[in-house]
């Protein structure tokens, strides 16, 4: 599930809804510019860790000896202020191991102490055609946004409402990309291109098993979205109220960091509404052995 639920306070505790989450696999830091994954497909490979911070824009990079293995970029907008991811991915033979989640995480707390305050957003790559050609795309990015907590910027249960929709073709698996749903609907964005996450493992699903029963039964469809399991991908993300303990759950090193940031993160307003102003929390503090 996206987001998190507010826990009420109980005396003694410094953040009752603390949980600690790993949105990728754990490593550990052998030097400040290399570390070692610990699980997963790429347990005990070692990875080149790069990265960037400047005024209006900052990137975290892997390589595997002198190749490079992917790169996670986000810009600073405003400066010093907002945090938008734009893009992460990794070469094709290195998908599906976690890797975006790890240069996600790297960069988040690399970036987040130079801040003045943080809003966080992420941006996708948002035309599609409902051509033969349409195929997935956004996937590891989506998944990262899931993991932390964010929720998407269109209003899936209106999108997804059976008398808004036009038709739904299953989008099969190709090259490195699961398969996924295409969804043509009478009102704005037109065409949403959507994938399943196993609610268990919060993966997606490797099998159209799922998706042919939502060509069949268009309901099942917005029942997904609405349990937060179908993730539109065509669509930016923003971190919401609901969606700010999970974030800091991710994010923060311990109990006590997070309940220092969690009064002080300031979220994205709700589409169509007035952004709140409230202070953010600067965070300065690093560790040898990261959850990622």
């Known amino acids: ?72 970029l986000v810009e600073r907008d405003p400066p010093g202020k907002g945090i938008v ?31 003045h305050e943080t809003s966080f957003r992420v941006r996708m790559i948002t035309s599609v055609s409902a051509g033969d050609d349409t195929g997935l795309r956004n996937v590891g990015i989506c998944v990262v946004a899931n993991r932390l907590g964010l929720t998407g910027d269109y209003r899936a249960a209106d999108l997804l409402a059976p008398a808004n929709i036009n038709a739904v073709r299953v989008l099969p698996a190709r090259y490195d990309q699961p398969p996924g749903l295409l969804v043509t609907t009478r009102t704005y964005p037109l065409s949403i291109v959507a994938f399943a996450l196993d609610p268990d493992t919060s993966r997606p699903l490797g099998t159209t098993r799922v998706y042919d029963e939502m060509v069949r039964d ?5 029942e997904w979205a609405g349990r937060g399991h179908l993730v539109i991908s065509n669509g930016d993300w923003s971190l919401r109220e609901d969606g700010i303990e999970r974030f800091l ?33 600067r965070l300065g503090r690093s560790r040898a052995g990261a959850r990622s």
Not at 4 to 16: D, K, M, V
Not at 90 to 111: H, K, S, T, Y
Not at 257 to 281: F, I, Q, T
Request: glycine share 10%.
């Open 1 to 72: 599930m996206t987001g998190t639920t507010t826990t009420i306070a109980r005396p003694g505790l410094l953040a009752p809804w603390w949980q600690p989450v790993s949105i990728g696999p754990k490593f550990d830091w052998l030097d400040h510019d290399r570390i070692r994954v610990n699980e997963g497909r790429f347990a005990g490979a070692e990875f080149g860790v790069a990265t960037e911070v400047r005024g209006d824009r900052a990137a975290c990079r892997l390589d595997s000896g002198v190749r490079r293995v992917g790169q996670c």
């Open 85 to 115: 991811l734009w893009d992460t991915g990794v070469r094709p033979e290195f998908r599906r191991g976690g890797l975006c989640a790890v240069m996600a995480w790297i960069l988040l707390r690399e970036l987040v102490p130079v801040q």
């Open 218 to 222: 268009h309901r099942l469809a917005r």
């Open 249 to 281: 759950c991710a994010l923060a090193l311990d109990e006590q960091e997070a309940a220092d940031l969690r009064p002080r993160v300031r979220p994205c307003p709700e589409p169509g509404s007035k952004p709140r102003r409230r202070p953010l929390l």
